[in-house]
Antibody
């Protein structure tokens, strides 16, 4: 079955760029579906960050759009997230997920998540 | 895009039924029947329980059901079991020109007494 796994540094300094990668197994990204990133600050709710198609087409949350870049590497069956100029407010568990629905309106399955802390 | 409104907590006894509400606006929940629901146990990733309002993914118990009335979507869990104790989040397509432009609720903690 489809499995996703996030990886990347767990600690990032303020004003620097957060970089995470999601490795997909059990399904070829090139076969279809959008792939997305969602985050959850400690003790808080979920926030959609953005989605990408294997062709490279991206859609971002307007509130984060100026700082977010999502890219895809089909040869490695991976997609990645970069979030620039981070602050403490970007501290969160970051999840990757497969996106479903004609409007990209549901997420399944999810990766286990990775905690990224922004601190000097 | 504003977050959807969910009650902070609900509770019920084993065997009972509970309903979690998710209130949006005419721009999201009210116009599109594209609400999904996620179950999240502590320290775990969210799990899709309901999508597109009332559809259940394969493997999800039929004790979970979804519905909508006006700007409010609801998740009903019947025959409550101890393992249902978790946080539940609703999510709706927000009707923007952005594919995947979704908004989440703040989450509801379900306690099984």
């Amino acid at each position: 079955q489809v499995q996703l796994q996030e990886s990347g540094p767990g600690l990032v300094k303020p004003s620097e760029t957060l970089s995470l990668t999601c490795t997909v197994s059990g399904y070829s990204i090139s076969s279809g579906y959008y792939w997305g990133w969602i985050r959850q600050p400690p003790g808080k709710g979920l926030e959609w960050i953005g989605n990408i198609y294997y062709s490279g087409t991206t859609y971002y949350n307007p509130s984060l759009k100026s700082r977010v870049t999502i890219s895809v590497d089909t040869s490695k069956n991976q997609f990645s997230l970069k979030l620039s100029s981070v602050t403490a407010a970007d501290t969160a568990v970051y999840y990757c997920a497969r996106v479903g629905g004609s409007y990209g309106n549901w997420f399944d399955p999810w990766g286990q998540g990775t905690l990224v802390t922004v601190s000097s | 895009q504003s977050a959807l409104t969910q009650p902070a907590s609900v509770s019920g006894s084993p065997g009972q039924s509970i309903t979690i509400s998710c209130t949006g606006t005419s721009s999201d929940v009210g116009t599109y029947n594209l609400v999904s629901w996620y179950q999240q146990h502590p320290g775990k990733a969210p799990k899709l329980m309901i999508y597109e309002g009332s559809k259940r993914p394969s493997g999800v118990s039929n004790r979970f059901s979804g519905s909508k009335s006006g700007n409010t979507a609801s998740l009903t869990i019947s025959g409550l079991q101890a393992e249902d104790e978790a946080d539940y989040y609703c999510c709706s397509y927000a009707g923007s020109s952005t594919f995947g432009g979704v908004v989440f609720g703040g989450g509801t903690k379900l306690t099984v007494l």
